[in-house]
């Protein structure tokens, strides 16, 4: 029996209304949620970093940086988040901007191509995923120091994500071949486990590193994959069905974030209990389209980022926000 007074999780929600339209400066893809600014960054169709800062207003102030050659992603410092790392594969470097002038205040070497960024948290380790997929090279936060890369011999990976905490070295790579995972003390880490499956997007767990979400390309299954107990190994923990293919995924301490072309689906990590009966508790779903009128009801998706009360998506080729307000625990 529910005592009086409560409700069940993900019945309110944090902020409202639970769907905004907001016009911004430039159609934007791949945002970033900055923290420490309480703003989104992404790149513009013409290679710039855009800053969007977001009030509630119908215009959202949007800042541009000058031309630059981009990778596919943005990763904010977690050693020091005024700073944002832009990849640049066609100059074999990693940019540092300031994220409150937009302005390049340092360049490293990253490897060959550094197209994707992630980082190890715990190690401050930016980690490097090469254009071609086929290599991925640690860099040292401290000084910039690139350490040895590590050569990917089974199929190129599409991206990579980097471990919240932890000693050693650790992340996993994910593909149209599978998943990868590896840790070790140093680079190259050792391959820990992999499990074949066609992964197209993918969200790690803030709190179980060694979990991953992901789904494959035009398939609307999410998975939650672990590692075996003992540390080597990958198993399939539990599954959801939803109602259409998944385009994107993002996570926060408790939450899954599925978006779809029309929803965006809120589901149970469940990070500590595991899921008893294999199957991912769905919480909430929101229909972000109905609402939305002109190019925008139809244009596809081309990011979200995950804020600490909603969720943003952007639109391609289109110069609008869409947020999705979350659900209270």
Known sequence: MAAAGCSAPGATLES???????AIGASVRDPVWSYRDRSLLGFTDDHRLAKITVTGSPTADTRLSEPMDVGRNLQISQ????HVFVPQPQ????TVVDIE?????DEFDAGPAPAYLT???GMRVLLALSADGSSVTPVDQYGFRKLPPADISAEPADTIDGANRGRQIEYHLYGPSGIRYYKGPSSPPEERGSLQMDVAVSAGDGTAVTRSYVAGRNDSVLYAVDSRRGGHGMEVLGCAQLS??????????????????RDVVV???ESFTGY?????????TIDYRTGLGGPAAMAPLSGMAVGPKRVYLTLRGQPYLVSVAKPRP
């Not at 409202?16 to 907001?22: F, H, W």
């Open 79 to 82: 050693k020091d988040d005024r």
């Open 16 to 22: 409202a209304p639970a769907v905004e339209l907001t």
């Open 276 to 284: 008893s009966d294999g199957i991912i508790p769905v919480l909430r």
């Open 244 to 261: 259409a293919p998944i385009r994107y995924l993002g996570t926060d301490e408790t939450r899954i974030y599925a978006a779809t072309d």
């Open 119 to 121: 980082e190890d948290a």
């Open 267 to 269: 589901l149970e990590t």
């Open 91 to 94: 100059r074999d470097r990693v």
């Open 101 to 105: 002038s937009l302005q390049r205040v």
